[in-house]
């Protein structure tokens, strides 16, 4: 691989002990997938955050790195931690867990990394730019990145997207490259899409299909980007996409060649067949919103659908600290509080402890969410509509 004076310096540790540890392992990661060059990149986002999945190693990991003065190059954020970085006690959340969430989260303020803790980056001040290289790990930013904003990310993982957070490059492979941004198969959508929720059943069909393929969707209309981050976030979870085109929607899919690839269709009896897969309780002890993250638009949806009303059980909505203070400033906090409800920051469904927390049955809206939901937290999934799932528990 070619590497300029800068990158020799971080190999040959001039540049401290963890660049070259990490500098080391972007160069391997380069050798595997056969690229000729480390590319700057324009922002990082790191995933691995929340304690429950990084535990005591990955504290002393991040800890130790922080300690020998390791420092980003790059505008780098932060994937959801395990809590409400604040109002984490009012919750509810257990008070060893949120010790050790804290120290985290020190360690990668230490290191200069941004601690805004989001799968929505974008919408929180981590706007990349139409082919933009950036480095992200976060499935559902890295499809919504790719596919809806046209920049251009590998689905990193959590050390290699710290890495290139410290050294300011990534290798040149895979999405990078305009040859591996081609759609491979044509998706037919004659499915009726109206709520956040069919484009999460959509995304999740879809991605159990198509797998790791790049599929060029046709047939989908009237959309807004709530929507398409609903549906890259669930095809990212059932099965593995980072970019998706859709047409007359996504900035490239105007140049793709579609004749002669494989075509599926997706219907209202797959969509229906979906929701029945997905759904495995009936009554939720708690409703959770907010995967991803949630724009300040599907906040005040369900302000709007919430005041004046009294929810008979926990409804939290789950987004970034920059849309929950925007939020306040709007009156929406306080709408959804008085209804008994919460907006939760800095964390989501998936990362927090919930089962910890009493909770064995979550309503959701999320494709994404009600796939993870039964391994990661041990949840009976009911998955619906905001209205439906707000119906259920509305006194
Ligand atoms: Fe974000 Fe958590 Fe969903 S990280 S995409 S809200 S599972």
Not at 336 to 341: N, R, T, V
């Amino acid at each position: 691989m070619h590497l300029n004076r800068e990158q020799e310096e971080m190999l040959n540790g001039e540049q401290g002990e963890v660049a070259e540890r990490l500098f080391r392992l972007l160069v391997r990661l380069g050798e595997i997938y056969g690229a000729e060059e480390m590319i700057p990149v324009g922002s990082v986002q790191v995933a691995g955050v929340s304690y429950k999945s990084i535990g005591d190693p990955g504290l002393e990991f991040l800890e130790d790195f922080a300690s020998k003065g390791a420092k980003v190059k790059v505008l780098t954020y932060l994937n959801p931690a395990g809590m409400d970085m604040e109002n984490w006690k009012e919750i509810g959340f257990p008070e060893d867990f949120a010790k050790s969430q804290i120290r985290i989260m020190e360690a990668f303020r230490a290191m200069g990394i941004v601690v805004t803790a989001t799968c929505t980056p974008y919408l929180a001040g981590n706007l990349p730019r139409f082919g933009e290289h950036i480095a992200w790990s976060e499935s559902s930013a890295v499809s919504f990145s790719n596919s809806v904003i046209g920049a251009r990310t590998n689905r990193e993982g959590g050390p290699s997207a710290l890495a290139a957070a410290i050294c300011g490059v990534t290798p040149n492979y895979g999405l990078h490259l305009d040859e591996n941004r081609k759609p491979d198969i044509v998706v037919d959508v004659t499915a009726p899409l109206e709520f956040n929720a069919d484009f999460g059943a959509l995304g999740y069909f879809v991605g159990k299909q198509v797998k790791n393929a790049k599929p060029y969707f046709r047939g989908i209309k009237n959309v807004n980007t709530d929507q398409l981050k609903a549906l890259g976030a669930a095809m990212a979870a059932s099965g593995a996409v980072a970019l998706y085109h859709a047409e007359n929607l996504t900035p490239e899919a105007r140049d793709q060649d579609i004749s002669g690839l494989e075509k599926i269709q997706v219907g209202k009896e797959e969509l229906e067949g979906t929701f029945e897969k997905l759904n495995t309780g009936d009554l939720p002890d708690i409703v959770i919103l907010g995967c991803p993250h949630a724009s300040l638009r599907e906040i005040a949806s369900l302000a709007d659908k919430v005041e004046g009303k009294t929810l008979k059980r926990p409804v939290w909505i789950c987004t970034s600290r920059v849309m929950s203070e925007a939020a306040e400033r709007m009156g929406f906090k306080a709408i959804i509080e008085k209804a008994g409800g919460k907006i939760v920051a800095d964390t989501c469904m998936v990362v927090s402890p919930i089962e910890e927390m009493g909770y064995a049955t979550t309503g959701v809206n999320s494709g994404k969410a009600a796939n993870y939901l039964p391994g990661f937290c041990k949840q009976n999934v009911v998955f619906h509509n905001v209205d439906e799932l707000i119906g259920k528990v509305i006194g």
